[in-house]
């Protein structure tokens, strides 16, 4: 089916950044491909939507607590999905997953309409 990889978490300090990596491989469900995004989940709380990005790039949304410090986007010739997180704030420590929609080229902010998951990446900030 379709597999995802995440990379690039890890320790950073407050006001630091980090690039996140989703790697796509496996089929491609129908004439387009999928809109995809990025949740988190921290420790005793829910996944919750962070950003979403359409297959083609030219529509995206973000929750309000990282409007403005992070920047989703994809690269479809290489199957990738990156998200830019900037001014990384101890709030935003979590494992963060990557997540793609099955033949349905929109962005999303619900989890429900997501099929494929990866298996997270940590992402923890120190204050």
């Known amino acids: 089916q379709v597999q995802l990889v995440e990379s690039g978490g890890g320790l950073v300090q407050a006001g630091g950044s980090l690039r996140l990596s989703c790697a796509k491989s496996?089929?491609?469900?129908?004439?387009?491909?999928?809109?995809m995004g990025w949740f988190r989940q921290s420790p005793g709380k829910e996944r919750e939507f962070v950003s979403t990005i359409a297959w083609s790039g030219s529509l995206v949304d973000y929750a309000d607590s990282v409007k403005g410090r992070f920047t989703i986007s994809r690269d479809n010739a290489k199957n990738m999905l990156y998200l830019q997180m900037n001014n990384l704030e101890p709030e935003d420590t979590a494992v963060y997953f990557c997540a793609s929609r099955r033949g349905i080229p929109t962005p999303s902010r619900e989890s429900s309409e997501y099929e494929f998951w990866g298996q997270g990446t940590q992402v923890t900030v120190s204050s």
């Open positions: 496996g089929r491609t469900f129908g004439a387009y491909g999928p809109g």
